[in-house]
């Protein structure tokens, strides 16, 4: 499975945007990006996912390099409830089909 | 929609006994099912698939004797911790795809086992 760096923690003002990066410098052409994050005591939930154009929803949007070796994932404005352990993860249906979830980033959001 | 249940959300035993989880998918058809382990302040770490009618696939290093997985129908998934220990004590959730390209899952929201 590719790997995905992400930075360990990152903190955030209520109200403001919030990009999250993450590199994939060994991606291959068929590898799908999926973020999912993790609130405190709960399990994992799908945000947004995407191939090689950038993404919109609304929870969040995905922005992808054009060389498709790094992605942000952006929250358009944090509340409370989007900390988090956000998750960027790899994955390609012509292979296993599983998620392999990396250490992440923990999101902090202050008032 | 999209919706994974797991029962017990919660649950303690002495060492040495069995402990079965359960996992259902309550308004699709999971193809394949997803148990994944996380310790406290870890991430989560995937034990093994299953399919519906067939053996699961465990992970590297996941005793498949241990931890038994079964996979009898579309919507349910069970994993049974045999003669648990303390060391088993952790957070465990699973998973459920319907499949399609992008594989996204659907997470329950965990058991947390406590083996005393």
């Known amino acids: 499975d590719a790997k995905t760096t992400q930075p360990n923690s990152m903190e955030s003002n209520e109200e403001e945007p919030v990009h999250l990066p993450c590199n994939h410098s060994t991606i291959s052409g068929t590898d799908y990006i999926h973020w999912y994050r993790q609130l405190p005591s709960q ?20 922005a992808i390099a054009e060389d498709r070796k790094s ?5 358009h404005r944090a509340t409370l409830r989007d900390a988090a352990v956000y998750y960027c993860i790899l994955s390609n249906p012509q292979g296993a ?8 980033t923990r999101l902090t959001i202050n008032p | 929609g999209a919706v994974v249940s797991q029962h017990p959300s919660w649950v303690i035993c002495k060492s040495g ?25 870890q991430s989560l770490m995937l034990m093994a698939t299953s399919n519906e009618g067939s053996k699961a696939t465990y992970e590297q290093g996941v ?5 038994l997985i079964n996979h009898a129908s579309l919507t349910l998934s069970t994993l049974t911790v045999t003669s648990a220990h303390p060391e088993d004590s952790s957070f465990y959730i699973c998973s459920a795809s319907q499949g399609g390209a992008f594989l996204e899952q659907f997470f329950g929201p965990g058991t947390r086992l406590t083996v005393l």
């Open chain 1, 43 to 62: 399990g994992p939930e799908y945000v947004i996912h995407g191939l090689t154009s950038n993404v919109n929803n609304r929870m969040a949007s995905l």
């Open chain 1, 71 to 75: 992605s942000t994932l952006i929250l």
């Open chain 1, 97 to 104: 089909q599983k998620l392999v979830f990396g250490q992440g």
């Open chain 2, 17 to 41: 006994t069995s402990v079965k989880i359960e996992c259902r998918s309550l308004d699709f058809q999971a193809t394949t099912m997803f148990w994944y382990r996380q310790f406290p302040k």
């Open chain 2, 63 to 67: 005793e498949k004797d241990k931890f």
